[in-house]
């Protein structure tokens, strides 16, 4: 435990060397240890918003088939090895200390990154527990992301928004572009259906250029779609799919993964439907019962995820015939201070009585002071600053307010389950 603990450390103190936003370093390293990542077949999802839940039905439709998966996600909310996950669960700690030893001396003489690091340790993770199948999400953009040296069966693109504007850029469609750098030549690419039509254009060319198939999916492409508390049900391509992850978006985050296993081959209707049912994503409108009170959690950390979470919250209440009025709703935020705050804050204020801002114990953190700048002028209701997450979250709490909220971003969801004693990936 305690040599685990300082090889944490010194992964995280790799955090100092920032964002090198190339490929250079990583194509490096994997050719170093033997490219491991060429030992399994593996799907690569990037995208703004719903990366994260499209991995998640991937996985768990593979895994309802009896294939071993292992999937790599990030950040973790809780604990580290919630980033490298065999069969749904967390990698065992012996197993990401081994592949570590192993790796260090080239995360060394490469002065890989943070992320970098986390992605060779995946690689090498998979290979050595003999997986069937990866998932690998792209921790920021794609072109030149970490996890880009991948050359998967199919590559994945989610629902695009702004964020990450100082490496992306500050429109919508030098994003999408940075995104589209995912696209392998011949490897066909699922892609959530742009609003903007200069965006669809763009992923046309880009497909065409690399003989790529592009398949566009759309919310249209489901029929017979019935909402609920939970999460909803609908039929593609004659087939009835239940999902139990909470929001609108969910349904089209499903369709993405199934068009994509389609065009895998992977034609197991059954097992699809096993594991569209029986997959579960932590922080995503997760509902929590803690100390006797519902606690929703979610991780959404831009503008874009914020209205679409609000949206999925107001309807929850309403479906079980609460009023959103002055006594339902606190929320917990806390945001990074890179994120756009001022175009976050309107969307949690619009709904809640209280606002418990919140600086998590991360230097990215944004100060409460600069939160409180945000919050609309014609707020309603009552706004408070707390010195750390435990404070913030007993404070929600110890008040009348029906639903209590904890959002903004990973790290405040992550140190706030911590403080209930919640397990992010406890059976």
């Avoid at 999460?231 to 993964?257: K, P, S």
């Avoid at 929320?331 to 204020?349: E, R």
Wanted: hydrophobic share 45%; glycine share 8%.
């Amino acid at each position: 435990m305690e040599r685990a603990s300082t090889i944490r450390e010194h992964l995280f103190s790799l955090t100092t060397l920032g964002i090198k936003y190339d490929l250079d370093r990583m194509v490096a390293a994997a050719s170093a240890i033997g490219n491991p990542e060429r030992s399994y077949p593996a799907f690569h999802v990037a995208g703004t918003n719903g990366k994260g839940s499209v991995c998640t039905y991937l996985e768990s439709c593979l895994r309802a088939g009896g294939r071993k998966t292992g999937l790599f996600m990030s950040p973790h909310i809780a604990h580290f090895e919630e980033r490298f996950l065999i069969n749904g669960r967390p990698v065992a700690e012996p197993i990401w200390l081994s592949a570590y030893d192993t790796l260090r001396p080239v995360i060394d003489d490469l002065q890989l990154t943070f992320f970098e690091a986390t992605t060779l340790m995946a690689f090498e993770i998979f290979k050595r527990e003999r997986i069937d199948w990866a998932v690998f999400e792209t921790g920021l953009g794609g072109r030149l992301d970490a996890t880009n040296v991948v050359i998967p069966r199919v590559s994945v693109i989610a629902r695009l928004a702004m964020d990450h504007t100082g490496y992306l850029g500050d429109e919508l469609l030098s994003i999408a572009g940075e995104k589209l750098g995912i696209v392998k030549n011949g490897v066909p690419l699922v892609m959530a259906r742009p609003e903007l039509p200069g965006i669809a254009m763009l992923a046309e060319k880009v497909c065409a250029t690399r003989q790529a198939p592009l398949h566009l999916v759309g919310r249209e492409m489901a029929s017979e779609t019935v909402l609920d508390d939970s999460g909803a049900a609908f039929v593609f391509e004659g087939r009835r799919h239940r999902i139990n992850l909470a929001g609108e978006y969910q349904v089209t985050n499903a369709l993405l993964a199934l068009a994509a296993l389609r065009e895998a081959g992977i034609d197991d209707h059954s097992a699809h439907a096993r594991g569209m049912e029986n997959a579960r994503l932590p922080g995503r409108f997760q509902i929590v019962t803690a100390r006797g009170r519902e606690i929703v959690f979610d991780v959404g950390h831009n503008p874009d995820a914020a209205e679409s979470f609000c949206r999925a919250l107001e309807r929850h209440i309403r479906r079980q015939s609460r009023e959103i009025d002055a006594q339902s709703l606190c929320i917990v935020l806390g945001i990074m201070k890179d994120k756009d705050i001022a175009g976050m804050l309107p969307h949690y204020a619009g709904l809640a009585r209280r606002l418990i801002l919140v600086q998590p114990a991360v230097d990215r953190a944004a100060a409460t002071a600069d939160l409180r700048r945000c919050v609309p002028v014609d707020f309603a209701g009552s706004c408070l600053e707390c010195r750390d997450i435990p404070q913030a979250v007993d404070l929600a709490l110890n008040g009348s307010e029906e639903v209590v909220v904890v959002a903004g971003s990973f790290y405040t969801v992550g140190e706030a389950m911590r403080h209930l004693g919640i397990e992010p990936y406890e059976s």
